[in-house]
């Protein structure tokens, strides 16, 4: 009975059934052509065509352009303002992201609660996030204004004297940094809520019943099941602190003394002030290169852990 049963189902009939039709194949590979065709002309091809830009000397008056290799990047290296743009930009992360991890850990542990009260916290604290640089800029100007701003009528009201520290070198980033956070803060707070409302409450009515302190509950439960959602907020705002730029033009415009000019400011003043496309174009391929090595690095972190 079970050599029949056995005959009976590997049929012809049945061997096609397990088999998928070839010509479904196609019509699914139709519905990724669209996408594929949208991801190359919007990603790989700018990709290629800022690379082979690189590579010239454009010169756009004479709508002329000649080929010089690595002449670009050379002169980059021994470009003192470049040099000072990479520093400010990876200063800035440093600054940061670490930051951005704490600060969004710690809003979304307080707020991870139910009811109204907590509701409307998370919305005030995440409402920032959608406000526009220059929003954010006016606001922070108004607050940093010499002689009238609000930070200046504290000074005089507590009888100090005034420091404005976007006028000095050492505090000109540190407070565009402070900026930023406060702008953009309840981004990551809103994703560490979505990956601490998954974790199951079992685990902690496990852990109470054990008599576990609640640091104790944090770094053996809520730490250990949120990492990747950790190593997704680190990845994240490391490319987009990266990219910053809207803050030091409008705060600071670079300045004081090039304290404050980050690598994207550099490559829009020497593209379209200076009007040296192809050396722009090399320090953007810069740019790419840092964010790519900063995404590898994180993930290499992170499936470290995970074989841990």
């Known amino acids: 009975m079970a050599s029949d049963r056995s005959l009976a189902i590997d049929t012809p009939k049945a061997r096609k059934r397990r088999h998928r039709n070839p010509n479904s194949r196609w019509t699914n590979t139709l519905f990724v052509v669209p996408f594929v065709i949208v991801y190359v002309l919007l990603l790989i091809v700018p990709l290629g065509l800022g690379w082979w830009l690189s590579l010239q000397n454009v010169d756009l ?28 930009t990876f200063y800035f992360v440093i600054l940061t992201v670490p930051v951005f991890v704490v600060i969004g850990l710690a809003l979304a542990l307080v707020l991870n609660r139910p009811g109204r009260f907590g509701a409307a916290l998370r919305a005030i604290f995440f409402g920032s996030s959608v406000l526009s640089v220059t929003i954010v800029t006016l606001v922070w100007k108004l607050v940093l204004m010499p002689g009238h701003g609000l930070l200046a009528d504290v000074s005089h009201a507590m009888g100090i004297p005034e420091y404005v520290p976007l006028l000095h070198e050492a505090t000109a980033l540190p407070t565009i940094a402070v900026v930023t956070v406060w702008w953009i803060a309840g981004l990551p707070m809103m994703l560490f809520l979505a990956a601490l409302q998954q974790i199951p409450q079992e685990l902690y009515e496990a852990a109470a019943l054990d008599n576990a302190t609640r640091w104790r509950t944090f770094t053996k439960i809520t ?37 404050t000019r980050p690598l994207v400011q550099f490559i829009y003043e020497t593209g379209f002030r200076q009007w040296t496309f192809g050396y722009s174009a090399a320090a953007a391929q810069v740019l790419f290169a840092f964010m790519l090595i900063g995404v590898v690095v994180q993930a290499w972190l992170l499936r470290k852990k995970e074989s841990a």
Not at 63 to 83: A, H
Not at 233 to 238: C, G, K, L, N, S
């Open 223 to 259: 730490l250990p099941s949120i990492w990747r959602t950790v190593a997704l907020v680190a990845v994240i705002e490391a490319v987009f602190q990266f990219q910053l730029f809207g803050q030091a033009q409008l705060l600071t415009d670079g300045g004081p003394n090039n304290s």
């Open 61 to 88: 008056l004479a709508g002329t352009s000649e080929f010089i290799g690595i002449k670009n990047y050379l002169d980059l290296v021994f470009d003192p303002i470049f040099r000072g743009a990479v520093r400010n």
